[in-house]
């Protein structure tokens, strides 16, 4: 019968981590307190090896992807899930432990056992949650709440065991006589039923008032949506309003809504960092080592702005890891004037809260004005998930080379590689040219002269290099050049449109792209590790 007990164990334990797992979800909704499942799976992605993370993102992302889902807006969703599932699995093993310790060994069902076991479930998770991350809430009630309900826990799971699994069970020298044995087993069944019931309920009132109040509670860096915007960030139209050639409706936006901006990030949560509290020390091979305010910031260096395209090294095409909008802040080059950068410095070191990191050589630096602290978006301050306060953006390179939620500069002369590239990805990680068809506008089919004419069109990008030209084919065609809409600046990506004369019946609309130097995309597939993904894309429509 062990592996009933075993089996029995395991259920109880879902059962009863359901409903600690929502009123975790509850408080740290309420009061701001780290999620311990999070913050249990935040540190097991930091201590497991890098290929072995890696692989669970490249697992997540196929899913996804075989699932149609949209990655850059469930990944994050899909991580959240999995910590969750992970945490309740957590539970339910220590359900069944519990119960072959019950009735292997010589422990006892009793309050004392069942203190110990929260403790031992608690204390790892409650220091994991404390030093995960800084929560606005005191650090005395916050561990007064995690006590309470970890040693609810352990005390109800033991409590469990000890009502469902038969006391001859436990003690074999307790032996039951038949009639006693009836009627402990309609016991049990009773004790089932109101257990089953009762963590149903919390579980259920727990993540539902959990979820109102996120509806109902948006944090100060969230800006309200602007929808689909009509004049730029500056209030002026957008530089390329005049451009007759407009994007084929199913193109995506061409300044993304800020809510819509795609997200990554290595923890589960975004940093809250509050201005107050936040300042930027610049140290190591320095004459004049600051420490800078975001109004210093502000203040005492001129404001430049750039319409940026950001782009995500492991989306895989089409990838929707990118996005555009309007950023604001300060040339890194005038903030290490202001330090007195030694002769010795070669690199500059880039700190995050999050615990991400990145080194940017000097010579990058010095060699091009544009690369910026940022601290606005969309003429407002950076929003939470994007790195308030203060990012960096360097032209040409993927996302991963640039850091959010800086917290910290060094100079120094030698290197170390940044977080990603420490982890089995590219060490200058430039961008790649790419290009892909967004839509094909069934739906916008239209007569010119004696013609029908479909619409087609999507996006082509080569960071700073720019888009020299795209081209389109369709089924086994020649190379056609395609319409280019002049891009919001020379660093975002390029919307494209061909107007096709068509046929009916299924064809593959196909797109190619060169960049500012007349160089062509690689065509040939190739994964997103280690340095960014390429390929030729087509999609395959019927038009009738
Ligand atoms: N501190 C910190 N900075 C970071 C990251 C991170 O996880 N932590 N992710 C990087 C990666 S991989 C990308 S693609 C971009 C994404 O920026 P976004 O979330 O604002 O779009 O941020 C980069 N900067
Ligand atoms: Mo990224």
Same mark, same amino acid.
């Given at each position: 019968m062990k592996t009933k007990q075993l089996f029995t164990g395991a259920g109880l334990g879902g059962l009863v981590t359901a409903p600690l797992i929502s009123l975790f979800y509850l408080t740290y909704q309420l009061i701001n307190l780290s999620f311990p499942p999070y913050a249990v799976f935040n540190a097991m992605s930091r201590l497991l090896p890098g290929p072995v993370i890696t692989f669970g993102i490249d697992a997540m992302i196929s899913t996804l992807r075989v699932l149609g889902l949209n990655v850059a807006g469930t990944a994050k969703t899909a991580e959240r899930l999995m910590a969750v599932i992970l945490f309740w699995a957590g539970g339910v093993i220590f359900g069944a432990v519990l119960s072959v310790l019950f009735t292997r060994t010589r422990w006892k069902v009793s309050p004392m056992s069942g203190l110990l076991a929260g403790l031992v479930l608690g204390v790892p998770a409650s220091i994991l949650s404390l030093t995960a991350d800084s929560t606005g809430s005191s650090t005395v009630l916050y561990l007064l709440i995690q006590a309470v309900l970890f040693l609810g826990w352990g005390l109800l799971l033991t409590y469990s065991i000890g009502r469902v699994i038969p006391a001859a069970d436990r003690q074999p020298e307790a032996a039951e006589t038949p009639e006693e044995a009836s009627v402990e087993k309609l016991n049990r069944r009773q004790f089932l039923v109101t257990l089953g019931a009762g963590t149903a309920t919390v579980t259920v009132a727990g993540a539902g008032l959990g979820q109102l109040l996120t509806r109902t509670a948006p944090t100060p860096a969230e800006t309200p949506s602007p929808g689909q915007a009509e004049l730029g960030p500056t209030g002026? &139209? #957008? &530089?390329?309003?005049?451009? &007759?050639v407009k994007p084929v409706p199913g193109t995506r936006p061409e300044y993304t809504p800020v809510e819509d901006h795609y997200q990554v990030f290595i923890e589960l949560n975004p940093e809250n960092i509050q201005e107050e509290e936040w300042t930027l020390p610049v140290t190591g091979l320095v004459d004049n080592p600051l420490e800078l305010t975001l109004q210093d910031l502000r203040e005492n260096y001129p404001a430049r702005s750039e319409y940026i395209t950001l782009n995500c090294i492991s989306g895989r095409i089409p990838t929707t890891l990118i996005s555009t909008t309007y950023w604001t802040g300060v040339s890194v080059q005038e903030v290490l004037d202001d330090a007195g950068v030694q002769d010795e410095a070669q690199y500059l070191f880039i700190e995050s809260a999050d615990g991400f990191y990145e080194i940017v050589s000097l010579d990058l630096i010095y060699s091009d004005p544009r690369i910026m602290f940022c601290y606005e978006w969309d003429g407002e301050p950076l929003p939470k998930d994007h790195g308030f306060p203060l990012r960096i953006w360097i032209p040409d390179? #993927?996302?991963?080379?640039q850091p959010k939620w800086i917290t910290r500069l060094e100079l120094r002369e030698t290197y170390q590689a940044g977080y990603w590239v420490e982890r089995g990805w590219d060490k200058d990680a430039l961008v790649k040219t790419r290009s892909v068809v967004d839509t094909v506008a069934v739906e916008e089919i239209y007569q010119e002269n004696d013609q029908q004419l479909v619409p087609f069109g999507g996006i082509a990008f080569a960071g700073d290099r720019g888009i020299s030209r795209v081209e389109i084919r369709i089924d086994d065609g020649k190379w056609l050049e395609a319409d280019l809409r002049s891009p919001l600046s020379d660093t975002t990506w390029v919307i494209w449109r061909y107007d096709w004369p068509f046929q009916e019946g299924e064809h593959t609309f196909a797109v190619r792209c060169f960049d500012g130097s007349g160089e062509m995309q690689t065509l040939e597939q190739s994964p997103a590790r280690p340095d960014g993904s390429t390929g030729l894309h087509s999609v395959t429509e019927t038009i009738s």
């Open positions: 002026e &139209p #957008f &530089p390329n309003a005049g451009d &007759p390179r #993927f996302g991963m080379k």
